[in-house]
């Protein structure tokens, strides 16, 4: 594959730890669509004051209790109603789901009691191979390496991507391969887990960073239990989450933005393979972007083929060739006569598979995953 890269200047203030998330997610709206009967007192004063001037403004909008932000920091308020789908486990490829999906009584962020699937995903995708990761040498091609992608661009991890670290980042402490023209690459399950602590190492700076299944714990897949409702429910206005954004079909969970400036101080590039994904010692492979792998079948006009399901069950498509004229709301997704509502992934040079959950989450479950916190390689999703 072939992308554009875009030289930029990173700020080089070395992260020493990163924050790990809880499972964060939007308020309640239990309106979830035009027959729901399921309205609470709550939602009841809520819909009152959207719809009666004189209605008491004074409710408890000052914060948003899910992610401490004020209230006018937190993102615009999707629609009241929208189409939804329930999530569809028999969407999920054979052997992405390890042992049998339950479902289960749940309370979700906003306090709605509903019905949740329980599912285990395996942990390590079973539509591809992971890797290839970092290139062995300054001559190798795009074949031969995975990509690099840092909020600004996409980049081929070959050899000239190597050899021209100092001048895409305009730092000449970059040299990331001796003499000979050989990559510096983390060799042993040892130095790929002292690259990715936060104080990475000296020895293992200027180090492509990649990992591998049999330096995981026991040399097997991690797997990660989600706790998804059932049918989406919207909640009063859409948020950002601390967890994991969602679940791919085939297996793997979607994390949080990487931790770029972090990996960039730190002289590492924390390569991911071509479908985005890369390992961490503690979480295993997972995901930061989607370049369209793993998608299901699809021949709907103008819509991409759906690859996952967000943490409150909407369905996640790959990302559209041109997002900007397709109507996206604020997290990137839109509601359609046959998917119903669904999100757009974002391009994988944004660092960020879904900016924003517009429905509810399961309050105590949206991330089973744990570990200390993400050096480079990792990223700073799973907590």
């Known amino acids: 594959m072939v992308f554009n890269r875009r030289p930029h200047v990173v700020a080089f203030a070395l992260v020493m730890a990163l924050i790990t998330g809880a499972c964060g997610s939007a308020t309640t709206d239990d309106n979830t669509n035009s027959t ?3 309205a609470s007192a709550e939602t009841d004063t809520t819909e009152a004051a959207d719809t009666d001037p004189d209605a008491d403004p004074d409710t ?24 939804t789908n329930p999530v569809d486990v028999g969407l999920f490829f054979d ?5 049998d999906v339950t479902t289960e009584e749940c309370t979700l962020s906003g306090g709605a009691t509903t019905t949740c699937y329980r599912i285990t995903v395996a942990g390590d ?14 001559t190798d091609s795009a074949d031969e390496g995975g990509i690099w992608f840092d909020g600004d661009g996409v980049y081929d991890l070959d050899g000239a991507f190597i050899a021209g670290l100092a001048e895409l980042y305009d730092d000449e402490n970059w040299m990331m391969f001796d003499e000979d023209g050989n990559v510096l690459v983390t060799e042993t399950a040892e130095e790929f887990d002292l690259a990715a602590r936060p104080d990475v190492d000296p020895s293992l700076q200027n180090h492509c960073v990649e990992g591998r299944l049999e330096w995981l714990e026991n040399g097997e897949p991690v797997t990660t239990t989600v706790v998804i409702p059932v049918e989406p429910v919207l909640a009063d206005a859409s948020a950002t989450t601390r967890g994991n954004l969602g679940v791919t079909l085939d297996g793997i969970v979607i994390a949080q933005s990487a931790p770029v400036d972090a990996i960039l101080a730190a002289y590492t590039i924390a390569a991911f393979d071509d479908c985005g994904g ?20 699809s ?14 069950g909407f369905p996640v498509h790959s990302p559209l060739d041109d997002a900007d004229s397709a109507d996206l709301d604020e997290c990137g997704g839109h509601e359609h006569e046959e998917l119903g509502y669904h999100y757009h992934a974002n391009s994988a040079e944004q660092n960020l598979v879904i900016t924003c959950l517009v429905g509810q989450t399961v309050a105590d479950a949206a991330d089973a995953a744990g570990g200390r916190p993400d050096g480079p390689p990792g990223g700073d999703e799973e907590g």
């Open 278 to 297: 890369h390992y961490n010692p503690v979480d295993g492979y997972h995901l930061h972007g989607a370049v369209g792998c793993s998608e299901l079948e």
């Open 299 to 312: 021949d709907i006009d103008g819509e991409t083929p759906q690859f996952a399901y967000a943490m409150d």
């Open 125 to 138: 995708p079973v539509t591809y191979e992971t890797g290839p990761f970092c290139p062995t040498s300054i």
């Open 60 to 83: 408890d909008a000052d914060t948003d209790p899910e992610t401490d932000q004020p209230a006018e920091e937190a993102a615009a308020e999707p629609e009241s109603s929208v189409a």
């Open 95 to 99: 052997g992405a789901v390890v042992g």
């Open 36 to 38: 729901s009967e399921q």
